[in-house]
């Protein structure tokens, strides 16, 4: 294989299939029409802080490996947050910023970063994206590259490639073979059980009605809700919205399939949404916002509705976001996320090297001390 390697400041020109083929079965957020939404729609560029600089794997005229690339000046909107490393290197005297994030921009979920064609050497496509971060980071004088929300698989691999493995936490949900939600619950202590029994009855007796839509059925009248919400969300948490209304208008557009609201009404009015992604079997919760609260509303659309629809439907895996202990209590497990950094100044890796060994030990003891406060009895 005659490898190839090109740095990319857009995904424009790559052809969409192509790029998908590499993609994997079970990650919409790595998928070009999603990326490439986010560019053509103000949500990533040099005015955001998220300049793409995706590196490409050739083999000849095919694309054979891509390892979706930023360079940021900042640190938010990623969900592994490095704030204190900036802190550090800005006291030592070390220039942090710019520095290389390889994610889906904020999208905290787990997927593949590299992406991989199944028919070539995969080893070899790997290290040629691994050097092709490095010429990036030459490139636009970067300080750093971090590779978040890996799987396993992947962590291992850039460990292996020189890179400094990291340890954090979310809450996710997997199939254990349940039949329907009430077998879901039937695992839960009494207590708990009828905690959640409780909060969906409280739901059910409001009057609201609840429905999930799939993008390819979304309204006019529910995509406007959507966006509102998602806006008057951000405003109300004095957060960044970090996307447009552009770029929503894109996903009904060009990815609908990938869309899945879980919406109520109140008196067939839309008063609030959870706006999740789908793909082969997987489940990803990632916005919600409400025009009015609405008690208990935020446990039924974020949480059990979706449950319920992934064990109706076969799902075997749902992400709910980053944060939240209060996931812990619907059934949502404490699990290990992974990523992977390079730091190019010597003392600040040197410093990072003897703390992320400790934060890995604290992160474990974390995951420990939380599972046998989970609502699943104990067998």
């Not at 994997?24 to 053509?40: I, K, Q």
């Not at 619950?185 to 969906?200: D, G």
């Not at 609030?272 to 039924?300: D, M, P, Q």
Request: charged share 25%.
């Amino acid at each position: 294989m005659a490898l190839r390697i090109e740095l990319r400041a857009s995904l424009e020109g790559i052809e969409p299939l192509s790029w998908d083929a590499l993609a994997g079965p079970n990650d919409p957020f790595v998928e070009h029409a999603f990326l490439r939404g986010l560019e053509t729609t103000g949500c990533v560029g040099r005015e955001a802080g998220w300049l793409p600089v995706h590196v490409t794997a050739w083999d000849h005229e095919r694309l054979v490996g891509a390892l979706p690339l930023y360079a940021k000046d900042n640190s938010w909107g990623e969900f592994i947050f490095d704030f204190a490393w900036a802190h550090a290197a800005i006291q030592s005297g070390v220039a942090y910023y710019p520095k290389l994030v390889s994610m889906a921009p904020f999208t905290p979920a787990t997927g593949k970063r590299f992406l991989v064609a199944p028919d070539v050497d995969e080893e070899l496509v790997v290290r040629g994206l691994i050097a092709g971060a490095r010429a990036a980071a030459d490139e636009v004088g970067a300080s750093s590259i971090h590779l978040l929300f890996l799987t396993e698989a992947e962590r291992m691999r850039a460990s292996a490639l020189g890179l400094r493995p990291r340890l954090s936490l979310q809450f996710h949900w997997d199939d254990d073979g349940y039949s329907s939600f009430d077998d879901y619950l039937s695992r839960f202590r009494s207590r708990k059980r009828k905690q959640v029994v409780a909060e969906r009855r409280r739901v059910a007796e409001s009057g609201l009605e609840v429905r999930l839509i799939p993008g390819t059925e979304l309204r006019d009248v529910e995509h406007a809700a959507l966006k509102r919400f998602y806006r008057d969300n951000c405003f109300a948490h004095g957060s960044h919205g970090y996307l447009t209304d552009a770029f929503f208008d894109h996903v009904r557009e060009v990815c609908a399939d990938r869309f899945l609201l879980c919406m109520a009404f109140d008196r067939g009015v839309p008063c609030a949404t959870s706006i999740n992604f789908v793909k082969g079997s997987h489940l990803y919760g990632r916005y919600w916002g409400c025009g009015a609260n609405h008690e208990l509303l935020h446990f039924e659309l974020c949480y059990y509705r979706l449950i319920e629809h992934a064990i109706e439907v076969g799902l075997t895996h749902f992400e709910a976001g980053a944060q939240g202990f209060h996931k812990l209590q619907r059934g949502l497990l404490p699990t290990e996320v992974h990523s992977a950094h390079w730091i190019r100044d010597p003392r600040l890796a040197g410093a990072i090297d003897s703390y992320l060994p400790r934060e890995a030990f604290d992160v474990k003891a974390e995951i420990a001390a939380l599972l046998p406060r989970s609502p699943f009895r104990r067998c």
